[in-house]
């Protein structure tokens, strides 16, 4: 996958020294969506989605309401104070599946794992929304399985010619994404989480670069930041991606204070919970390297 490679990751995680409650700095779940894009109009029949869903969810429902497609999954019960409903995700196709493509400019910069995914999205004219809905307040684990087990379902059926990633901001290969899933659950970040690179240094006139993750907010884990000057960029990526898997296999338990292994072992690199330095505003935990 060239620079960043998410596959090369080791355990260099710390084990956390203290825990403090009521933590004042989180995130809190947003809405999980991605953008199916096609170079051609899509042939969309939710009858054959709901064929793929039932391979995942024996029990799935669906519905058709104007230009939207509701999925029902009554084996994943939310409770609400006075009602219990079940998961839901939905398939839009706006403006009645007429030529139109809506991607942000963010989601062109930082590509890295996909060499063409930049022209191929420029090149697509149509669109299919994915999202999850009324499922916020599941555990984030099970959340994130059902919306991506959906989204390839989705992606098997449909075959779009490129998938943008709102959460992780970047633009991924369908086929990389299903093989990623069918064959590796334990890259279940892949979709909604991604390693971004930014030149923090050109104000002073020294060289310090800044990198992050991006996506772990929005099932409201914290994200992750460095600023560095001499590092490698790929092992500070991968060492990123390190992080991320952590907190998504145990939750937000870092605090200031705690250190995280850095690039070398024994070393201890100190956390401090704080706003993100880049856009979209989150919480992050900013890794000092020492």
């Excluded at 084990?15 to 096609?38: G, M, R, T």
């Excluded at 994404?177 to 930014?198: E, F, G, M």
Aim: net charge negative; glycine share 4%.
């Amino acid at each position: 996958m060239g620079l960043f490679n998410v596959f090369k990751k080791k355990n260099i995680v710390e084990e956390n020294e203290q825990i403090v409650e009521n933590d004042p700095l989180e995130n809190f779940p947003e809405l999980l969506s991605a953008k199916l894009l096609f170079l051609d109009k899509p042939n969309f029949n939710s009858n054959q989605v709901l064929t793929e869903v039932k391979k995942h969810f024996e029990n799935a429902e669906h519905s058709f309401s104007e230009n939207t497609f509701i999925f029902l999954f009554p084996d994943h019960p939310i409770q609400f104070a006075d009602a219990t409903i079940p998961a839901q995700c939905t398939i839009m196709i706006p403006d009645q599946g007429k030529p139109e493509v809506e991607v942000p400019d963010a989601a062109f910069q930082q590509n890295w794992h996909w060499p063409e995914a930049n022209q191929t999205a420029r090149n697509c004219t149509y669109e299919i929304l994915v999202t999850d809905l009324m499922s916020r307040t599941l555990p984030y684990k099970e959340r994130l399985n059902i919306f991506m087990d959906f989204l390839v379902a989705v992606i098997k059926i449909t075959q779009p010619n490129a998938v943008y990633s709102s959460s992780a901001q970047k633009i991924l290969n369908p086929t990389d994404i299903i093989n990623i899933w069918d064959t590796d659950k334990i890259q279940i970040l892949c979709a909604i989480c991604n390693v971004r690179l930014y030149n923090a240094g050109s104000n002073t006139g020294h060289k310090e670069l800044l990198m992050d993750t991006v996506g772990l907010h929005t099932i409201g884990l914290p994200d992750f930041q460095i600023r560095f000057s001499t590092a490698d960029e790929n092992e500070i990526a991968n060492l990123l991606w390190t992080y991320a898997y952590y907190a998504y296999e145990f939750g937000d338990i870092i605090v200031d204070g705690n250190t995280l292994e850095g690039l070398k072992a024994g070393s201890k690199w100190k956390c401090e919970k704080q706003f993100s330095l880049v856009a979209p505003e989150r919480v992050v935990i900013n890794v000092t390297p020492d």
